[in-house]
């Protein structure tokens, strides 16, 4: 695609007020593929102006309006399946299949998702003598990653349209042309202008002026518990709402008598796909001693089929490819055995990393303690259940995780104990209208499906 030069404000696209720009990088080869205007305080204050000036017609349209137009959203993004798809794979480095599958398909489905919540949401309840109205929020500060860059945008940005808020999205730097091709597709779909603004730039410079901007009412913000710490910490000093997607170190906990191969297989998998950059990823392992070094084994032959370059793409730069390699030589360091893998780079060029399997970790281990944020999987011992738990629920993460047991009941009994958001029990599947969120560190808030879009109302009780 051929980048914009300008932010999407206000219904166009208009000169950015500053003249620096941000080059884009495709991972797989390390070439600049476009620049994009790196956005200064000045952008994002036009943007939450417009953003502001949208929001009463928007926030008064009747929702099946608001969803009509999610619906030509959804629309307009699936006509540019391909474009996108090819674009993730440019500035992420997704390989081709997965780009199609999971960064254009998954979002899709949440935008369709979002379309019918719109259409059919309760936004009133009576509550004895109240009338209780859920009213949006008012203008909504996104602030979103590299690593899922499509489904990280309408994660957000739907269910805050759906709400009757209105938007600034400031996408990561490394991934801001499927953010544009996003404001392509919201501008084709119809959506009124200043209802959706996006200001392309550095965090430290345009995220931290959006999230610190006074006249945002909610900050959405998914990225690294660093940063959003201190977006919190802005937040509350305001008085805002604010929400936080950060990392996790989810477990997946094999139990005694589960089918091992399967639990192995797809544990692997999980981790590998999106070059294990999901904080979603279970990146440890929980088997019994009994099952160890069996695990152990089939853990080091399914990770030989992601093959760098091939099944598994590069990390998304070179800074994120130099700390996962540091986490795999601290894993050595620190006594863990490398079964896959290796901190050395399997290829010359792009920013790839052997997919690497951990025996022997430790869960007081660095590795089994920190987000790597890579193809990197940690297999950890334990005695019994109740070792198991403590193991899985001994971190400051709580995000997802993984339960396989000979029956579900077995699992439920065991996920119900676990300090996490999200568990799938015996492999279940992905479900778009699940909440998504973390117990603990792993953040505040809760995205995806009716939880996701109650994040973006207020109420208003109405007494009789
Ligand atoms: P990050 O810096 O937290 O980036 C997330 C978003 O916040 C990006 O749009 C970023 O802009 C922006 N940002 C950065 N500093 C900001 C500030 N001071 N104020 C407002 N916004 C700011 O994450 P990262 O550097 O890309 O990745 C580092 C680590 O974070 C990873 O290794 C991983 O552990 C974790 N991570 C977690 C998730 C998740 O889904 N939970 C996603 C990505 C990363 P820039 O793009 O310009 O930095
Ligand atoms: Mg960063």
Redesign the pocket.
Known sequence: MKAHDGMYIGGQWRPAAGTDT?AVVNPADEQVIAHVPAGTPEDVDAAVRAARAALPAWAATPPAERAALLTALRDELARRQDLIAQTVTAELGAPPGLARAVHTGMPLMVAGSYADLAATYSFEERIGNSTVLMEPVGVVAA??????PLH?VIAKVAPALAAGCTVVL?????TPLTAQLFAEAVHDAGVPAGVFNLVT????????A??AHEDVDLVS????????R??GATAGAAIKRVAL????KSANVILPGADLAKAVAVGIANVMSNSG????AWTRMLVHRDQYDEAVALAAAAVAAYVPGDRIGPL?NA??QQ??RGYIEKGIAEGARVVAGGPDAPLETGYYVRPTVFADVTPGMTIAQE????PVVSILKYEDEEDALAIANGTVYG?AGAVWAAQDEAAVAFARRMDTGQVDINGGRFNPLAPFGGYKQ??VGRELGPHGLAEYLQTKSLQF
């Open positions: 941000i602030i979103t990653p590299w690593n899922y990280q400031k996408p990561a730097e490394d730039g550095l965090g430290p410079v345009a995220g931290q959006l999230a913000f998914t990225g690294s518990t660093a940063v959003g201190q977006i997607e950060l990392g996790g950059q999901t904080c979603s998304v800074g994120q700390r996962v987000e790597i944020f890579g995000l792993s953040g």
